[in-house]
């Protein structure tokens, strides 16, 4: 059962500050995955949270859009920018896949057949629960894929390319801020949704700010590696 105190007096202005610095995170996290996209000439998000995360919003910015003044927007400006991270993996990404040609021949298939299951997966979502519950939902699981698929890709690569330390803080600290705000939410009685007093909904957010923190660990580890790789050659 959710706690229930007193609200503070500056409650709505430190929810709103969270709410639009998630926000900006996540706008700074797609034009930064896109600028990276194009000047490694790779793709910086996994294909599955990819597709994942452009039918979530699809779905909730233009199908089922939100009521309230503000996020109905953020959302529309992440798919517009999301479409541009889309097109970047669609270019570039058979340069990652030349060791699998059947994938590499076929990636806008496979990316316009996983965006349209993934939108199936949210409309399912909605149907079963309401639009309110299934967006807290989805967004959880989108956000569980994509911190640990950007992990993995991290580990299958060996390499940072397509990447950067602000474009991981600013995808960890958008979401931080995200949880931070729901948390007040839920702890001064502000939100009819279970938190973190419900198992599945700890376990997630606990599952992708490990995977986000391993992330930055294993960025390090081999960002080094590489940087003094390239001091080693400039000597010789």
Avoid at 170 to 184: A, H
């Amino acid at each position: 059962m959710q706690p229930i105190t007193q609200i503070p007096l500056n409650f709505d202005t430190v929810v709103n500050l969270l709410g639009s610095a998630s926000g900006i995170g996540w706008i700074l996290n797609y034009t930064l995955m896109t600028y990276y996209s194009f000047r490694d000439k790779t793709y910086s998000m996994s294909m599955l949270p990819l597709c994942c995360n452009i039918a979530w919003e699809f779905v909730y910015g233009v199908l089922c859009p939100s009521s309230t003044f503000v996020v109905r927007p953020v959302i529309l400006s992440w798919l517009v920018l999301n479409c541009l991270v889309v097109y970047a993996a669609i270019k570039y990404s058979p340069n990652e896949w030349a060791h699998a040609p059947l994938v590499q021949r076929h990636l806008p298939l496979l990316f316009t057949v996983g965006i349209a299951a993934c939108t199936g997966f949210h409309i399912a979502l909605i149907r079963k629960f309401d639009p309110a519950t299934a967006f807290l939902w989805s967004a959880r699981s989108c956000q569980v894929l994509l911190s640990i698929g950007g992990l993995f890709q991290l580990l299958c690569r060996s390499s940072t390319k397509g990447g950067s330390y602000v474009l991981w803080l600013s995808r960890f600290l958008g979401s931080i801020c995200g949880v931070l705000k729901m948390t007040l939410m839920w702890k001064y009685g502000e939100s009819r949704f279970p938190w973190l007093d419900d198992p599945l909904t700890a376990y997630c957010i606990a599952l992708w700010i490990i995977s986000d923190v391993l992330y930055g660990v294993v960025f390090y580890s081999l960002r080094s590696k590489e940087l003094a790789g390239a001091g080693k050659a400039k000597a010789i």
